[in-house]
């Protein structure tokens, strides 16, 4: 997506990506037509941070792309830490394989391929760290799906919540998807949450009860 001047101001006073996610986007926009799946470094870096104040330890994605998100978290976890990764392409497979191959925090990561929506039930146990970024049609259904095994005072973050503004007068099926899964969290009491206007939208939902 179009990067406002806000957010290349935003972007010049953000911490930088490491070495190797610099490798991977370049990597990614050299074998790829189009990256703008990538959440960018705003992003990357918001979640960098969530990681590690949240002392989280074991963290679902759902929506690996080239993995960017991903090695992002990785390596913001702790040694012990665990994070699931949901994809279903296997040319952006190849390429994040690759570098959770390379990278020292890759070894955290399990890539699960396959439809999410078929694979996250087979995952055992609960996860304290979530991050819905695919298959926005199926946003409020992986909402309902995760939130029961997200544990008391774990975060789900959720990207696009505005979905380049079409969520407003909601402009099309993944809008509408959107939308409902944005009303469902703001009507949920088990969960407080702040939605921010970093680049296209980020949930931010804490879970209280
Ligand atoms: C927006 S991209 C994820 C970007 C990634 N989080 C990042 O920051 O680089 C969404 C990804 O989810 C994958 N995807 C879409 N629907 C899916 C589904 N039903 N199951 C698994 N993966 C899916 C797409 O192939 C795409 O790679």
Redesign the pocket.
Known sequence: MDLTAIDEYALAHTTEDSPIIKELISASEDDLEYTD???GRLVGRLLAILIKVSGAKRVL?V????G??ALTMAEALPGNGQLFT????ER?ESIARHFFNKSNAGSKIKLVMG???ETIPKLEGSFDFVFL???KINYPDYYEMILPRLESGGLMVVDNVFWDGDVIHKKGEKAKAIDKLNNMIADDKSVEQVMLTVRDGVTVARRVD
Do not use: I, Q, R, V
């Open positions: 799946m990538l959440s994605e929506g690996t792309f080239t960017y998100s949901c994809e279903y392409n952006y439809k999410a929506l970024d695919a298959d």
